[in-house]
Structure formats: structure tokens, C-alpha cells
């Protein structure tokens, strides 16, 4: 199974309406034209124009691996990604793999750019030990990239929403990060080793199938809601993670993002455990990689070597 079937197995997100000055008003069509660039023209063959500074984030992800490059007016103009476990429970683990996963996406996207891709801002989970941090890094400089910043990958997520208040909670494969945001600023972090792996580790154990077979299951919106009542337990334990960390907090909102957040039912358990409203606020899946890249600011690509 490749992400591109899971991408198109998967439901499409409605569109919400947004209050403007709560959220990037922006948002929904960054991610769309994310999931455009990133998902559907990794095979197209035109020159991509664009003019200016170039933004470019990588997240290293316990499922997904992504690339991607943003334009001056930090619009998603090309990306890449690869499902790949080359981490776990957001710690790179197999270092080796990571550097060639990397490396692959830098060259699918350098031919679409026409230029090399030399720098970029990469992401850790936040609570993470410096070391990790370094290993992140140390990735990229292994792929032949510069890394000119390293963010925490929650306070990359609430780097797009824009948030004035709320927290954002990134469900991902191996963890789910939070950053909880007031008066426009992060206050606080944390990440637990919780997220859509344990969803699928459910779903194996349950259907006595391997986990290959239950991942294929879980994204597949035609078997998502017999499913709901296996791994709704996973989706409560998430919640009351969130509950746990913002007590002291109390947001007005979550803002659900993460692959994981795409599995149908997911906000409803979310916000019935935590008694806060809860959103999905666009396509969730590229949230992250596309905040990592806007915390990249180091100027014009050279011509492509
Ligand atoms: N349509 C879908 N329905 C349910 N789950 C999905 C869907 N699409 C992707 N996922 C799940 O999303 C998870 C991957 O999300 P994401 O790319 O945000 O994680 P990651 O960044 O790789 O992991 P982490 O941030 O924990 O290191 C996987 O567990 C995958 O099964
Ligand atoms: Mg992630």
C-alpha cells in the first residue's frame, strides 16, 4: 500500500467556516494546495514558477516522511512523501533509513524545482532528549541539507493555524503532541506516545490480522465505521492525554490535526471526553509539515546541481 492509496481511500474533510482573527483565514487553501502539490503532482512533469524566498520543512514522522517547500507567501508549491518507519514514538531510530527516505525526497522534489534544495527547518517532539533533537538534525545534514532550524513539531503546527487562543493537538503515528496556545504565544508542550499505530495495533489484534492488513483497514473509508468501536478506547485514552496536560490551561478550543485526526468520529470523542469544542481544520495531514516549513527562512535555493 502505497500513501497515495491511502490518500485516496480516505473521505474528504469539509471545509469549515472560519471566524476570521481566530485562525490563519488563510488556512483551508494552504492545505488544500498542500495536498494538491504534495499528494497528487508528485508525478507531473511541468516547471513549477515562483518567485522569491523558498520555505522548506522536513518531518521526520513515525508513519510519514515528508518534504515540503513553501513560497514567499508560504503557499505550498511542491512536496513530497513516503510512508516510511524510520522512526519511533517520534525518535529516529533507524538513522540510516531516515538519511535515504530524505534523500529521495529531496531529489523528487529538486527535479520538480529545477534547483537544490539546501536548507531547510526540521521538527522533534517536544520533551524529546537534546540528543534526539541533535539525531533530527543530524538527518538532514546526512541527506545533503542544511538545517537551519529546529522547532518543536507542536509549536510548528500552531505556526500555521495562528491561533489567538486554544490548543493544537497533533495525533500522528507514534505520538500525540500538544501546544497549548494563549495571547498568540505557545506556553506550553508536551507529547505522549500515543497516536494511529496504537489504532492499528488494535485493529491487528482484534481481526487477528497482520498490521500491514489492519493499516489498509483503518484508512479505508468503506470499513471505518465498523471499526469506530474497536479503537474508540485509543481515541478516549488521547483525550484524556489532552485533558491531563491543559487543566491548568482551560482553551477555548482544540485544533485537531495529525493523520490520525482523519478517521471519521474522531473530534466528537475527542471533545465529548474533554468537554471542549473541538476542530479539524482542514486537511489534517499536512498541518505539521507545512508549520515545519514556515519556521524555515533561509532564502533563495541555488540552481539545481
Ligand atoms: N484516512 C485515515 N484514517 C485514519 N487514519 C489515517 C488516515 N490517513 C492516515 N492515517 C493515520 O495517520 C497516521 C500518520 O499521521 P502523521 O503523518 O500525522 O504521523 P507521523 O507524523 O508520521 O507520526 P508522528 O508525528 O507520531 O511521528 C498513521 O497512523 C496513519 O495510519
Ligand atoms: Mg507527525
Known sequence: MTPQDVQRKTQHVPRLAIESGTMNPRLQDVLDEANKVIVYEGTASEPITYKGELHVGVDLGTAYTVLAVLDESMMPIAGAYRFA??????????YMGAISVVKALKRQVEQRLGRTIESAAAAYPPGVPLAEVRA???????????????VDEATAASTILQIDNGVVVDVGGGTTKLAVVNGGKVVYTADEPTGGTHFTLVIAG????????????????????????????????????????????????IYLCGGSARFPGMERVIEEVTGIETIIPGEPLFVTPIGIAMNNFAGELAPLR
Open 85 to 94: 518507519q524510520v522512526v519511533r514514538d517520534g525518535v529516529v531510530f533507524d
Open 136 to 150: 533530527t538534525g543530524n538527518v538532514l545534514q546526512g541527506a545533503g541539507i542544511e538545517c537551519s532550524r529546529l
Open 206 to 253: 482484534a481481526m487477528h490480522i497482520p498490521f500491514m492488513e489492519a493499516e489498509a483497514m483503518k484508512t479505508n473509508p468503506a470499513e471505518q465505521a465498523t471499526l469506530f468501536p474497536a479503537i474508540k478506547a485509543v481515541m478516549e485514552k488521547v483525550a484524556t492525554i489532552v485533558s491531563r496536560h491543559v487543566e491548568n490551561y482551560h482553551p477555548r478550543r
